[in-house]
């Protein structure tokens, strides 16, 4: 069901400023134009005038080149597992399968890092999933062959001299966080290293 205008504003009311702020620079971009345009009366009420409550700023059309200019920042920080700035950062998807007989756990984690350190990572994936997948009875039989392919071809993007898809897509989807980061390198480390 879709919450009709009153019952929103009711919503963003009992918020506290903390967590309008946060939907203000982490879900603005999804929010439908009268759900945005309540927050930010929301937001404008209460004064906040923290960077982050400019929420025009956190949901303006970026261009390529903005976006670019992001991707670009984020590639060049510091990895997060090793911490060399050695290499440009990418992104890759760790899929992860584990059985005890009849329950089969399967968990997909999205990581930033350098190539070095992603490939480690998809290759961790694969040696625990072949070794502890197939026991389940019957997905671990089916989801297995499937993560350790997954975990295989997602390496092919690790060494790309450019960023790749999920590593664009992964920026797109943090535009408010990192442009009320821009200025703050741990900010910005805090977004590749604690995703969420
Ligand atoms: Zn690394």
Redesign the pocket.
Known sequence: MIPNLEQLRKNYEQFDDKKLLRIASEEAARLRPDALELLKQEIARRGLTTDAAKADILTKEVNAEELAGHVETLRNLP??????TG?K?NATIVSNVMSFIVFTHQSKEVKI??????N?QNNNAMVKTALLGWWGIPFGLIRTPAALMFNARQKAQNDLPEANDLFKSFVYGRLGRIEVNKNNPEGLQDIITHIR
């Open positions: 990895c997060p597992i090793c911490g060399s290499e950062l890092a350098c190539p070095r350190c992603l480690k």
